[in-house]
């Protein structure tokens, strides 16, 4: 099974081309996914991850999805080769994608850097702690 669940931030915008034979869109662009463990006391490291967006896939990729937004992609791995200029065997390896989705928050552009908005409470989306409206006098008197 070749299956690949990534979320990350993109590091540029999508680059758009078109195939010689059949015309068809290709987009290209790189997720900057967080590791998901650290050594105590080490800085957060990222893996800086190539996807590739063919035909529908690649058109919306192109036209909704902008440098540091954080996306998620379903794909699959794929590893091809070709010759250089010069005569050498290059190898790449790149996620194909078949899915993807916005994964910012749509409410609010300054969410947390981990798409998720992990405020609650009032009306503008901030939470003061002051659990008063929650007390409870006698066990009759549950709040819900």
């Not at 050594?39 to 192109?62: H, L, M, P």
């Not at 050498?88 to 390896?93: C, G, L």
């Not at 609650?120 to 709040?143: A, R």
């Amino acid at each position: 099974m070749n299956k690949v669940i990534l979320m990350g931030r993109l590091t540029r915008d999508p680059e758009v081309r078109y195939t010689q034979t059949n015309n068809t869109l290709v987009a290209s662009f790189s997720l900057a996914v967080n590791r998901r463990f650290t050594r105590e006391g080490d800085a957060q490291t990222a893996d800086f991850i190539n996807i590739v967006a063919w035909g529908k896939t690649g058109e919306f990729c192109s036209k909704y999805f902008k440098k540091g937004q954080q996306v998620a992609v379903i794909g699959r791995i794929q590893t091809r080769t070709w010759e250089d200029q010069s005569g050498q065997k290059r190898y790449t390896t790149e996620v194909i994608a078949e899915e993807t989705y916005f994964a910012d928050s749509k409410r609010d552009p300054n969410a947390s850097a981990n798409g998720f908005d992990n405020t609650f409470g009032g009306d503008n989306g901030t939470s003061s702690g002051d659990t008063s409206d929650f007390e409870v006098s006698s066990g009759d008197d549950l709040p819900f």
